[in-house]
């Protein structure tokens, strides 16, 4: 059974619209969506919650049509973390663990003291004296302290320091150690996913570029340093984008239409990303 | 639903301590006007709830959480309920312990009325806070306010010029006593599908 899957999902808002996407997280792994501001991170996830309803397609969480009335009982086993905390700010870590104890059916008070003690943080202070690692460590706590069997994360560590970014990205590894938990994170700092994700899928205004394995992706790019002649020699669809400097040009490529005897480089995430958005504009 | 009630109670009284205090000072001065405004303060009190909510984006994590939309929209309706409610039991404990010593120009039947005009206040107003959101709401709470009070006390003055003995007449006193409840049990009962209708319809698109 897969986590999540998403099937030709579309939806406009306005000017901006989520186009034929699909895509799918296959259960005990996980995932990383990337994409720049604005490019529908933030819709997907909200369409994969039903909290958005789309134009057209279909999205099954954890085996469940997201439309149909069992999905009601399918947010229990799912942990939401979204880029603020958005709980009422007057609200202190005590009062959310009350809210969160009516909420879910398997809300774990125990496991939820464990975390606050973990995460350091202190029962009685308002929420809105919490600085932003505070106040996404117990958005993190309430998340995992009901047993979910996939976690959502929407931005969860984007305006964090590396410190604080490393140890929230450990809890999420810890997370998945059980294999049939799963993890979607959405973000635009590359390296966290990089570091975290099995999978990544890249959306760009509103239209996914790509879907596949890490590893996969490395494999099937690459980059090249060379003379702008040189690169004009290769096949038609081996180049993806270019970055041009006085002493030559970079290219994003793809390995499997390179001659051998051009060296290429293994390309890192942001490279690939970068260059296909670069490569777009460039078209 | 509990939870949802638990978390506005909380923040109610975190953020509005002086200002539930002022409510409970006038729900017990033995004045019809100061319990109406006791009362009327106490129907706003969801929305005031629902302030918080779009302050803090609390809407966008419900959503992704498990609460059904009836849940969302009984919450806020039971809160307003309970703090008109609590108004009313106030008014009246205080009107009964102060009527043993003093007189008092409150009487306790016209408590359920002004109850029940708390309640007849919600019911119109909880469809439109769901639709457009509280700020529109509430442009829309004190329109309907100011024609109340407009209307009412017009409507009262001719009354009492046309009766024999410059009093109310009976028959309006009947309607107060018996037809206000009845418009507002009437009302809230469609207030609350619409309410759902107008909550998805602002959820979803």
Redesign the interface.
């Known amino acids: 059974m897969d986590a999540i899957e998403i099937k030709n999902v579309s939806k406009r808002l306005g000017d901006f619209a989520i186009q034929d996407l699909s895509l799918v997280l296959p259960q005990g792994s996980i995932c990383g969506l990337v994409g720049e501001n604005g490019a529908g991170k933030t819709t997907a996830i909200?369409l994969i919650?039903?909290?958005?309803?789309p134009d057209s397609g279909e999205i099954r969480v954890l085996g469940v049509d997201n439309r149909s009335p069992e999905f009601?009982?399918v947010?229990?086993d799912?942990g939401?973390v979204?880029d603020?905390?958005?709980?009422?700010?007057?609200?202190n870590a005590r009062?959310v663990g009350?809210?969160?104890?009516?909420?879910?059916?398997r809300w774990d008070a125990a496991a939820y003291d464990g975390f606050l003690k973990r995460f350091g943080l202190p029962l009685k202070k308002?929420f809105k004296d919490y600085s932003r690692g505070m106040t996404m460590k117990l958005a993190i706590a309430v998340a995992l302290s009901h047993s979910p069997k996939l976690l959502?994360l929407d931005e969860a560590t984007s305006g964090l320091d590396p410190i604080v970014r490393d140890e929230i990205l450990e809890i999420f590894s810890e997370f998945t150690r059980d294999e049939s938990c799963s993890i979607l994170i959405s973000s635009h700092i590359v390296s966290d996913l990089e570091k975290l994700c099995d999978y990544i899928a890249f959306l760009h205004r509103g239209r996914l570029r790509f879907s596949m394995e890490k590893d996969a992706l490395r494999d099937e790019y690459g980059i090249v340093a060379c003379s702008k002649s040189r690169l004009s020699e290769l096949p038609e669809g081996a180049v993806l984008g270019t970055e041009e400097s006085p002493y030559g040009v970079r290219a994003l490529v793809k390995r499997r239409l390179v001659p051998a005897s051009l060296p290429v480089e293994r390309p890192s995430l942001e490279d690939i990303i970068l260059f296909l958005v670069k490569g777009e504009k460039q078209a | 639903m509990k939870a949802l009630l638990k978390k506005d109670i909380f923040v109610l009284l975190r953020q509005m301590r002086m200002f539930l205090l002022m409510i409970a000072i006038f729900a017990v001065i033995p004045r019809g006007n100061m319990t109406v405004f006791a009362i009327v303060y106490c129907g706003m009190l969801p929305y005031t709830a629902m302030a918080y909510d779009e302050r803090s984006k609390w809407d966008d994590l419900a959503a992704m959480m498990p609460y059904t939309a009836s849940d969302v929209v009984m919450s806020k309706y039971v809160l307003g309920w309970l703090a008109v409610g609590c108004a009313t039991v106030l008014s009246a404990l205080s009107n009964f312990l102060l009527g043993l010593f003093v007189t008092t120009d409150l009487s306790s039947a016209a408590l359920l009325p002004y109850m029940c005009m708390g309640f007849l206040m919600m019911a119109v107003t909880m469809p439109i806070m769901f639709r457009f959101g509280v700020e529109k709401g509430r442009m829309f709470f004190i329109l309907l306010m100011v024609f109340v009070a407009v209307g009412g006390a017009g409507l009262v003055a001719g009354l009492v010029d046309s009766g024999e003995s410059g009093e109310i007449p009976k028959t309006m006193l009947a309607f107060v006593q018996v037809g206000i409840p009845v418009l507002s049990a009437a009302l809230t009962a469609a207030s609350i599908p619409l309410s759902m209708a107008m909550y998805k319809k602002h959820r979803y698109h």
């Open positions: 909200r919650m039903d909290a958005l309803r009601h009982q947010k229990e799912v939401i979204l603020e905390a958005h709980f009422p700010e007057t609200l009062q009350l809210i969160m104890a009516d909420t879910y059916q308002a959502i």
